[in-house]
């Protein structure tokens, strides 16, 4: 089990129970909602002056909507026996029984590495929102990123049950 990145304070440490009870945490996609919403009220304001373009522009503005509704959130939770992730409404959703993990560490991930579902050099990355995040190994040699605003919770739960 490795350390921590960054010592986390003393003061967020104090607060936080010390029972292995199921850890969950929902962190809201304020900045990526945010970035949808200036694109949707330009891509609206084009369909209602263009009629020529208008089917196009709503189905656009649909698919925006869509994409803000499936991405809202990203809830982590940690049972006795799995790590669970899921974003939105929980159609897009992943588990990973928690003896596969080797290990479980804070970092950072860079700005380039941005937010959403995708590959990075490290692993795959699943983040809403934020910078902060957990590098989990896995015992087959393979890792990925799962961001959170709550890295220190997610990780001392981590920590009390692999």
């Known amino acids: 089990m490795s350390k921590p990145s960054k010592r986390p304070s003393r003061q967020k440490l ?3 129970p010390q029972s292995l009870a199921d850890y969950q945490h929902k962190q ?3 900045a ?5 919403g200036i694109p949707l009220l330009v891509c609206a304001l084009s369909a209602w002056n263009h009629a020529d373009y208008r089917g196009s522009l709503i ?5 925006m909507i869509i994409g803000a509704y499936l ?3 990203l809830s ?5 026996d799995t790590l669970h992730w899921r974003f939105g409404p ?3 959703r992943k588990q990973l029984p928690l003896n596969e993990i080797a290990s479980a560490e804070m970092t950072r991930s860079t700005w380039l590495e941005g937010w959403g579902i995708h590959y990075t050099r490290r692993g795959w990355l699943y983040n809403v929102s934020g910078r902060d995040a957990i590098l989990i190994t896995q015992k087959s040699g393979k890792s990925f990123l799962l961001g ?3 890295v220190v919770g997610l990780w001392e739960a981590l920590q009390h049950r692999i």
Do not use: E, K, Q, Y
Not at 32 to 36: D, F, H, Q, R
Not at 59 to 63: N, T
Not at 76 to 80: F, K, L
């Open 76 to 80: 982590i939770s940690v049972t006795a």
């Open 59 to 63: 189905s656009l503005c649909v698919l």
């Open 14 to 16: 104090a607060s936080r």
């Open 90 to 92: 929980g159609l897009i």
């Open 32 to 36: 990526l909602l945010s970035l949808i």
């Open 148 to 150: 959170t605003d709550d």
């Open 71 to 73: 991405f809202a959130s």
């Open 28 to 30: 809201p996609a304020n």
